[in-house]
Nanobody
């Protein structure tokens, strides 16, 4: 089992920045992929960004150039730096972790609200 605890969400004006953090309950060396999904009201959950154990990253097109994902294995933590936030980025952001055995775990979610 892996418990994930997110932090860093909140309310920000359009054009502002936030950094989300997700701390895992055990060493991230046992985890292959970590990342973030988001779900806006009335919409399906979508992948925002992911980073694998080798440091390779992927992003949904709508956040490329604005969001940066990183991970610190020494702190068992993955981060999502979000800049140039827009109202359409408003959503609940969920951290996830996938082990090398393909088991996936989710955090409880953190709300990000961007006002226009």
């Amino acid at each position: 089992q892996v418990q994930l605890v997110e932090s860093g969400g909140g309310l920000v004006q359009a054009g502002g920045s936030l950094r989300l953090s997700c701390a895992a309950s055990r060493s991230t060396f046992s985890i292959n992929v970590m990342g973030w999904h988001r779900q806006a009201p009335g919409k399906q959950r979508e992948l925002v960004a992911g980073i694998d154990s080798g440091g390779s990253t992927n992003y949904v097109d709508s956040v490329k150039g604005r969001f940066t994902i990183s991970r610190d294995n020494a702190k068992n933590t993955v981060y999502l730096q979000m800049t140039s936030l827009q109202p359409e980025d408003t959503a609940v952001y969920y951290c996830y972790a996938e082990t090398f055995f393909r088991n996936r775990y989710w955090g409880q979610g953190t709300q990000v609200t961007v006002s226009s």
